[in-house]
């Protein structure tokens, strides 16, 4: 499932390809996707708009539409992937590697816009879904995330308060998203992997210092990962249809029975923590 640095890279391209472009017509493979509103209301209400804005909370893209009470959302969840393709045909960067045709088996919307450049949403299992909300849910959505890491609101003291004496295991914590908004298996793994502490390690177990220490490696795993534009395990490419490459920077995730590469000593074990296929170093964990 792409997480916070995979839905980031994602906006991060959107901003600099849709922003101020109108959407001249929008097709509809799979209605399932479109919550909330009909298919053909959904389409009425978007056709001869333009995004004003994209922003994103946690794994949530939020679609800003100029003079607009509603504001689209738009989840990819786990398979779910937005590609851009020019209107002479050249998709994003030119990478049609990962994408294949397009529209695809699995482009289950299509949003063209006038210039004649056009917007695919991919979606293999279907689970990802695109809805219009109203100011009043758009609030109420965004007020169920935790703290949002990468932003000021992610500092020491309210991470301290949040965690401290906390009775859970480290993973199940990071994975909540009404904790701290973002953090999926892959990225859940490889932060307890660089601060030293086993995903079912108890939260009360752990004193000030190691706390701290997991604070600066939730910045410093996704911040990087945000920089290397992602993780690809499977399906998440980035809007030009490439994968991400901080699959080269994983020291645990996907590594089960190969020799840990820090250490050099510890075989990488997969348990299950927090219902989670779960990666770690029996040596430099604890
Ligand atoms: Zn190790």
Redesign the pocket.
């Given at each position: 499932m792409p997480e916070l640095p995979e839905v980031e890279t994602v906006r991060r391209d959107l901003e600099r390809y849709v922003l101020g472009k109108k959407i001249f017509g929008i097709e509809i493979g799979k209605e399932k996707i479109v919550k909330g509103l009909g298919v053909e209301e959904f389409k009425r209400y978007l056709k001869g708009r333009s995004f004003l804005k994209i922003g994103r909370r946690g794994k949530l893209l939020i679609f800003d539409l100029k003079e607009s009470k509603k504001t689209l959302l738009v989840h990819l969840k786990m398979t779910g992937q937005l590609i851009y393709r020019f209107s002479k045909g050249t998709v994003g960067g030119g990478h049609t590697q990962k994408t294949g045709k397009l529209p695809g088996k699995y482009s289950h919307i299509i949003l063209k816009f006038k210039d004649g450049s056009e917007l695919f949403f991919n979606d293999l299992r279907q689970f990802g879904y695109w809805k219009l909300v109203s100011k009043k849910e758009l609030e109420q959505i965004l007020g169920r995330f935790g703290i949002e890491p990468l932003t000021k609101g992610f500092n020491w003291k309210g991470f301290k308060k949040l965690i401290l004496g906390r009775k859970r295991q480290v993973k199940a914590f990071l994975l909540d998203q009404k904790m701290i908004a973002g953090i999926g298996n892959i990225y859940a793994d490889e932060i307890c992997f660089r601060t030293g502490v086993l995903p079912d390690r108890r939260i009360d177990s752990m004193d000030e210092k190691i706390i701290k220490k997991l604070y600066k490696e939730i910045e410093n795993v996704l911040a990087e990962a945000v920089d290397k534009r992602g993780t690809t395990i499977s399906d998440f490419v980035d809007l030009s249809g490439k994968s991400g490459g901080y699959i080269k920077k994983l020291k645990v995730y996907g590594r089960e029975k190969k020799k840990?590469i820090?250490?050099?000593?510890?075989m990488i074990k997969k348990v299950k923590v927090a219902g989670r296929g779960t990666r770690f170093?029996p040596?430099?964990?604890v």
């Amino acid at each position: 499932m792409p997480e916070l640095p995979e839905v980031e890279t994602v906006r991060r391209d959107l901003e600099r390809y849709v922003l101020g472009k109108k959407i001249f017509g929008i097709e509809i493979g799979k209605e399932k996707i479109v919550k909330g509103l009909g298919v053909e209301e959904f389409k009425r209400y978007l056709k001869g708009r333009s995004f004003l804005k994209i922003g994103r909370r946690g794994k949530l893209l939020i679609f800003d539409l100029k003079e607009s009470k509603k504001t689209l959302l738009v989840h990819l969840k786990m398979t779910g992937q937005l590609i851009y393709r020019f209107s002479k045909g050249t998709v994003g960067g030119g990478h049609t590697q990962k994408t294949g045709k397009l529209p695809g088996k699995y482009s289950h919307i299509i949003l063209k816009f006038k210039d004649g450049s056009e917007l695919f949403f991919n979606d293999l299992r279907q689970f990802g879904y695109w809805k219009l909300v109203s100011k009043k849910e758009l609030e109420q959505i965004l007020g169920r995330f935790g703290i949002e890491p990468l932003t000021k609101g992610f500092n020491w003291k309210g991470f301290k308060k949040l965690i401290l004496g906390r009775k859970r295991q480290v993973k199940a914590f990071l994975l909540d998203q009404k904790m701290i908004a973002g953090i999926g298996n892959i990225y859940a793994d490889e932060i307890c992997f660089r601060t030293g502490v086993l995903p079912d390690r108890r939260i009360d177990s752990m004193d000030e210092k190691i706390i701290k220490k997991l604070y600066k490696e939730i910045e410093n795993v996704l911040a990087e990962a945000v920089d290397k534009r992602g993780t690809t395990i499977s399906d998440f490419v980035d809007l030009s249809g490439k994968s991400g490459g901080y699959i080269k920077k994983l020291k645990v995730y996907g590594r089960e029975k190969k020799k840990c590469i820090v250490c050099k000593k510890g075989m990488i074990k997969k348990v299950k923590v927090a219902g989670r296929g779960t990666r770690f170093c029996p040596i430099c964990q604890v």
